[in-house]
């Protein structure tokens, strides 16, 4: 069984730019989620989607959106980029109530 | 609010001494309880998970870490420690009226020296 991919790897775009982020869970999975990383502050939840809704939010401001589409694949968007948007964002995909399994995540950086 | 605490941002142990990495946690209710590996550039992986039974459980690598209910901790633990366990690792915790929804602790950074 393949694993969760994430597309691209690595980004570097400059503030005030957007970017779309890429995730297509285990097959069969239908919950996928997203978090950032950053040294200082850990892994935070940003939002989860489950059959194409977004069914948990984290706190994060509105420029951070996703969508899921009905093959259970997702996107994340960041709009009018800031310099402490520079993180790894990691997607998960579970069955539901269970463990989650992650991909290598994708590192963006902003200039 | 809920959340997970990890107090050591790092653990130091010499191989073959058994290690410890604690979490705590205040999430309502009986939640299920995580711990995830994070090896340098890549995603997290699962280590192990308990959710209901006994309050050891075991996991992959030899890990296996101890629920208390009482004392809110589900502290990660190994017999004996491996240089290639030197990673960092999470604890998370997802609430019993929301099993999608993950806490995830800050991180504890492993360092096991030969």
Redesign the interface.
């Known amino acids: 069984k393949a694993g969760v991919t994430q597309t691209p790897r690595y980004l570097i775009k400059t503030r005030g730019q957007q970017v779309t982020l890429s995730c297509s869970p285990i097959s069969g999975h239908r919950s996928v989620s997203w978090y950032q990383q950053t040294p200082g502050q850990g892994l935070q939840f940003l939002f989860e989607y489950f059959s194409e809704t977004q069914r948990n939010k984290g706190n994060f401001p509105g420029r951070f959106s996703g969508r899921q589409f009905s093959n259970s694949r997702s996107e994340m968007n960041v709009s009018t980029l800031e310099l402490g948007d520079s993180a790894l964002y990691l997607c998960a995909s579970s069955f539901g109530g269970d463990e989650q399994f992650f991909g290598p995540g994708t590192r963006l950086t902003v200039l | 609010a809920q959340s997970v605490a990890q107090p050591e941002d790092q653990v130091n142990v010499a191989e073959g001494n058994p290690l410890t990495v604690k979490c705590t946690y205040s999430v309502s209710g009986n939640p299920?309880l995580?711990w995830?590996v994070q090896y340098p550039?890549?995603?997290?992986?699962?280590l192990l998970?308990y959710i209901t039974g006994d309050n050891l459980v075991k996991g992959s690598y030899g890990f296996e870490a101890e629920f208390n209910k009482s004392q809110t901790s589900f502290h990660l633990k190994k017999p004996s420690a491996l240089v290639s366990d030197s990673a960092l690792y999470?604890c998370a915790v997802?609430p019993e009226y929301?099993?999608?929804?993950?806490?995830?602790?800050?991180?504890t950074k492993l360092n096991v020296k030969p």
């Open positions: 299920y995580f995830y550039n890549r995603g997290l992986q699962f998970k999470f997802s929301n099993f999608n929804k993950f806490y995830f602790g800050s991180g």
